[in-house]
């Protein structure tokens, strides 16, 4: 699951005596602003964080289907939300969501807005990529405390493929890569498309990872996580680096994002990260799921 799009910007056009009146009350809420406390809740005067401890919860969003990490109620980023909302002295409350066309989607969805049927959102967002141009643009987000480092890979048989130096057996052997990532993209245009017609396409990788298991196809390409919280170290396969030079160092942090100016929370889960990272935990818990743990 890597996503990324155009960031969509909306522009309202108001009359004249609608802008003055507009003005005004933005003059107001300005000054009520600049009184209350940072990272107040516009409701109430509470803080996000004040508001979590009253309900006792901390609801955390998780991304549906995306085995290890989260997939069928367990996974590594629901093991390490329950960590994190018992570091902060409550209950963790999962909110499962699919993913958007794009990042920004998932932003606007379980981050700062929610959906126009209520959905959403939730304190916090896990799996967020810790990326400085979505940082920098989108504006309504905080994104902290990273706790894992995720890469591209390439699982293979070791039967069929002992070695992978180069794309080249891809001309003759079966590859899978899902349907909609920079994976199948890549590999769709690279050496002028000569691995097109060994390209498979699933709708996810763990599909994927069933047809190498199956012998469907040699190779799997996807995020380093999921081929190793699949493939478990099964002593028939081998997991390796792409021999591509885009996929090679392509490489990403994983964190949290709150709603812009909840501070106290932000700093509260910054902090709780800090000390799950510290103490081994994020490390114990990537193990259990088959995932080796690689410091942001």
Do not use: C
């Not at 009359?15 to 009146?21: F, G, I, K």
């Not at 293979?156 to 992978?164: A, M």
């Amino acid at each position: 699951m890597v996503r990324g799009a155009v960031f969509p910007a909306v522009l309202r056009v108001f009359s004249r005596n609608l802008r003055r009146a507009s003005a005004t009350l933005g003059a107001l809420v300005i000054a009520l602003l600049v009184i209350a406390p940072a990272g107040a809740a516009e409701s109430g005067g509470k803080s996000a964080l004040e508001k979590i401890h009253e309900r006792g919860t901390l609801t955390v969003a998780l991304y549906k289907e995306f085995a290890p990490f989260s997939n069928d109620g367990g996974g590594v980023d629901v093991d390490l939300a329950e960590a994190l909302a018992a570091r902060l002295g409550v209950k963790m409350s999962p909110m499962w969501f699919d993913a958007g066309d794009n990042m920004e989607d998932d932003f606007r969805k379980m981050v700062w807005k929610g959906t126009p049927l209520g959905f959403g959102p939730a304190d916090v967002m896990i799996h967020a990529p810790v990326d400085r141009e979505y940082m920098a643009r989108i504006e309504q987000v905080k994104i902290l405390a990273p706790y894992h480092r995720e890469r591209f890979a390439i699982g293979r048989q070791l039967e069929r493929l002992p070695e992978l130096d180069s794309l080249e057996p891809f001309e003759k052997l079966p590859l899978a890569v899902e349907g909609d990532g920079l994976g199948a993209l890549v590999m769709l245009s690279a050496d002028n498309g000569r691995y097109r017609d060994k390209l498979r396409v699933f709708k996810t990788i763990g599909e994927a990872i069933d047809a190498l298991k199956s012998g469907a196809v040699v190779a799997v390409l996807a995020q380093q996580g999921e081929l190793e919280g699949g493939l478990k170290d099964d002593v028939r396969f081998a997991i390796d680096l792409p021999p591509h030079p885009v996929l090679k160092i392509r490489q990403w942090a994983l964190g949290l994002a709150v709603k812009a100016g909840n501070d106290d929370l932000a700093k509260a889960l910054q902090a709780a990260m800090n000390d799950l990272l510290a103490d081994g935990t994020v490390k114990g818990i990537m193990s259990r799921h088959g995932v080796k743990h690689r410091q942001p």
